[in-house]
């Protein structure tokens, strides 16, 4: 019994990290969200960029926090490299989402900040926990990853300059 239980657990764990780099049928939805602004964005638009990340995250969450201090920090590297978009999405809701602008504003991100107070974007990718972030080339999802940890940047920079130089995105 516990041989078949460590063999069941052991496929899960491996279907799951398959799972991480072969979602490639997941295109980017459309969907409403607002810019820093309070300005609408249909996420649609977002399709034509080559190279996409897409972070999910709230003001409440220090992994996401965190995560996103560190893209800060690599973002003019990587946009020079394999010329990258990110886009860091909130999910905190309408009563949160009136501190987001002055909490980016004091982290002087360098990325687009947009806000998913109802939580549709959410939904629409099929986003249960924060951070978690994916990688789109032309409006597909080719990577994502749950969860953030010092280190996990290299994962990304690793994708984004593979997926730039496998036809010439850059």
């Given amino acids: 019994m516990r041989t078949f ?4 657990l052991l496929t899960v764990f491996v279907g799951s990290l398959q799972a991480q780099e072969t979602s490639q049928t997941a ?3 459309n969907v409403k969200v607002k810019d820093l602004g309070m ?3 249909e996420t649609g638009t977002w399709a ?3 190279l996409l990340v897409v972070s999910f995250w709230a003001t409440w969450c220090k992994p996401c926090i965190l995560e996103l201090q560190t893209y800060a920090e ?4 990587w946009q020079k490299a394999t010329g990258v978009r990110i886009v860091a999405v909130s999910i905190d809701d309408s009563r949160n989402a009136r501190k987001v602008p002055g909490f980016v504003k004091g982290r002087a991100w ?3 900040v947009v806000l998913d107070e109802n939580a549709d974007f959410k939904r629409a990718m099929n986003v249960n926990n924060v951070p ?3 990688v789109l080339k032309n409006g597909k999802v080719v990577w994502q990853h749950s969860a953030f ?3 996990d940047e290299e994962d990304l920079q690793e994708q984004l300059i593979k997926l730039s130089t496998a036809d010439g995105t850059k």
């Fill in 39 to 41: 300005n609408v964005i």
């Fill in 149 to 151: 940890a010092p280190g």
């Fill in 5 to 8: 239980l460590l063999a069941l």
């Fill in 48 to 50: 034509k960029d080559s």
């Fill in 132 to 134: 978690h972030t994916f």
């Fill in 27 to 29: 295109t980017m939805p």
């Fill in 110 to 112: 360098p990325f687009d």
């Fill in 74 to 77: 690599h973002y003019e590297e």
